[in-house]
């Protein structure tokens, strides 16, 4: 029995998927499956991903034209056959051998949707710093099951809030429940793809450890200088999040988010800040981006 499958979307990592296998394959949890689809890459990844289903057959390994990540994790996800899903980025590394262990067990005996932990930053030279860490665990309860609606609204009250999926372990039925699934054609997917599967819960739990360190690379999405694509995305996620469901907490999400992401805005040169600015504001989301915010926008200099 299949007690974990993980998912891993790989494009261009040659460099670091052998650190990144090692931490799977010396987990202690031996019940794990790990699918890896190699998105195109033009590099030597392909090769790297053969050689270790060669020595492992709990890995399989699939390939598509680029298509992206979403689109990866969204074919990885039609083989899975885990009680539990763990979607890694390929480039990321497990730092306790027995983290898929632990969080499993917890999982088990929560009966939880999914469980969420915490992270480490591998912050590579050459990459853009990022201004949060993966800390957001402490001052919530272990063995408390929290509402999703009620969790969402106290991690953006906070300045908690954090979309990525390699903090989670979803379970795998309530995943084929509500039949979620990644956005296409978009970088930070995670977002609408985690708020959705939060709001969706009345069963989550947290668990206060630390298991992954996460790589910023200068060419991984967080890793890459802001641009007009980054507020394109943000702007794709927060429609179609506002499509799926129009309430007080998606519009709160909308807000937290978007005048984040017009803050930031400030770094895209002013030819490129009139498509996305004009975008938001026939989307009607002035309201969620603010004056103030757009002031920065407009006339702070980076």
Known sequence: MVKISVILPVYN???YLDETFHSL????????????????????????????AQQDTRISYYNQENQGQSVARNHALLYATGEY????????????????????????KCKADFIFFDGETLQEEGAAPISWNYHRTQELEEGKAYVGEFLLNMMLDNSKHNCVVWLLLINHNYLKRIALDFYPGIIHEDELYTTKLTLQSNNIYCLRRSFVKHRVRPASTMGKHYSKRNINCYLTVIDELLKWQKCPITKKFAQYTLSKVFYTGHLIPLHEKWGVYWRAIKSGYYKYIGFKTSLVFWLKHS
């Open 25 to 52: 394959l010396n987990q202690s949890l031996k019940e794990i499956e790990i699918i890896a689809v190699n998105d195109g890459s033009t590099d030597e990844s392909e090769e790297i991903i053969k050689k270790y």
């Open 13 to 15: 990592v040659a460099p």
């Open 85 to 108: 899903i763990y979607m890694m980025d390929s480039d990321d590394v497990l730092d306790n051998p027995d983290a898929l262990q632990i969080c499993y067990d917890y999982a088990e």
